[in-house]
Nanobody, 114 residues
Framework: QVQLVESGGGLVQPGGSLRLSCAAS????????MGWYRQAPGKQRELVAT???????NYGDSVKGRFTISRDYAKNTVYLQMNSLKPEDTAVYSC????????WGKGTLVTVSS
């Protein structure tokens, strides 16, 4: 079992930045692909970013060039740095750990509004 706890969400103005954190209950980055997904009201969940066990990153088209995923092995934490935020980035952001099965955090709400 893996527990994931997200933090860092909140209200930010358009053009602003936020950094989300996802703390894992144990050391898994060497074997799990970690990811961030988001779901806006009335929409399907979509990929934001993933980082494989080997360090390869992948981003959704709508966030390329603005968001960066990273991880800290010592802290068992994955980060999502979000810059140049837009109102359409408003969503619940959830952390995922994948290796044969999926583990999910409860999510953190990001609201981009003036």
């Amino acid at each position: 079992q893996v527990q994931l706890v997200e933090s860092g969400g909140g209200l930010v103005q358009p053009g602003g930045s936020l950094r989300l954190s996802c703390a894992a209950s144990r050391s898994i980055f060497s074997i799990y692909t970690m990811g961030w997904y988001r779901q806006a009201p009335g929409k399907q969940r979509e990929l934001v970013a993933t980082i494989s066990s080997g360090g390869t990153t992948n981003y959704g088209d709508s966030v390329k060039g603005r968001f960066t995923i990273s991880r800290d092995y010592a802290k068992n934490t994955v980060y999502l740095q979000m810059n140049s935020l837009k109102p359409e980035d408003t969503a619940v952001y959830s952390c995922n750990a994948h290796r044969f099965v999926d583990y999910w955090g409860k999510g953190t709400l990001v609201t981009v509004s003036s």
